[in-house]
């Protein structure tokens, strides 16, 4: 079965670091997703991405963080200074979209650890 | 606005009892609606989904959920919980129209006494 990969799994950076988390989506899928989950809550959307280009963002997504597709395959997120408080897991999701009947599919998570 | 609720944050259950976690959201129209579950240190899991038809839906390990338009509820539901049903359920919307997301609600933390 299909399945959204992300690496790594595990990232441990310094605070100020720049940091890039991969994910590659189900190959058919046209929707792109990042979540975040810091430990103990809930989990909250950060961005969408459909056509290239960013479909939507929440408040959490300010100027430090940027996604791109950069070969039709990877998605990539990026933190450019990394603060202790982005110490979270997050997920990356795709969707085939353009039907009633969607749902998302999650990767396994990458477990960021801001030192 | 578009919304997703779980009232119970936390749950405490003796084993074979029985159990309801309770999911609500705000939105007139039609949505898909899923509950995941995440084990400690995990990943999320798909338990159960909806889509249309049958508004009682099974998923993974005898959980079901059902729908209920009226009330905007899709509370999960489980006969019978073991101890290692302990993890956290997310229930999670996609609200049609407009760009598609799943939007989660805030978790409920579920620990089963052996």
């Known amino acids: 079965e299909p399945e959204v990969t992300q690496t790594p799994s595990h990232q441990v950076t310094q605070m100020g670091q720049e940091v890039i988390l991969r994910c590659v989506p189900i190959s058919n899928h046209l929707y792109f997703y990042w979540y975040r989950q810091i430990l103990g809550q809930k989990v909250e959307f950060l961005v969408s991405f459909y056509n290239n280009e960013i479909s939507e963002k929440s408040e959490i997504f300010d100027d430090q963080f940027s996604v791109e597709r950069p070969d039709g395959s990877n998605f990539t997120l990026k933190i450019r200074s990394t603060k202790l408080e982005d110490s979270a897991m997050y997920f990356c999701?795709?969707?085939?979209?353009?039907?009633?009947?969607?749902?998302?599919?999650f990767g396994q998570g990458t477990r960021l650890t801001v030192v | 606005a578009q919304s997703v609720s779980q009232h119970n944050h936390h749950v405490i259950l003796s084993e074979a009892a029985s159990l309801e976690l309770g999911c609500n959201y705000s939105?007139?129209?039609?949505?898909?609606l899923f509950w995941y579950v995440q084990y400690p240190g995990q990943h999320l899991q798909l338990l159960l989904k909806y889509f249309s038809g049958d508004p009682l839906v099974k998923g993974i390990k005898g959980f079901e959920a059902e729908f209920i338009k009226s009330k905007f509820s899709f509370n999960l539901r489980k006969p019978s919980v073991q101890w290692s049903d302990t993890a956290e359920y997310f229930c999670?919307?996609?609200?049609?129209?407009?760009?598609?997301?799943?939007?989660f609600g805030t978790g409920t933390k579920l620990q089963v006494i052996p």
């Open positions: 999701a795709s969707m085939a979209g353009g039907t009633k009947n969607t749902e998302a599919f």
């Open positions: 999670a919307v996609i609200f049609s129209g407009g760009y598609q997301k799943v939007t």
């Open positions: 939105y007139g129209g039609t949505v898909n």
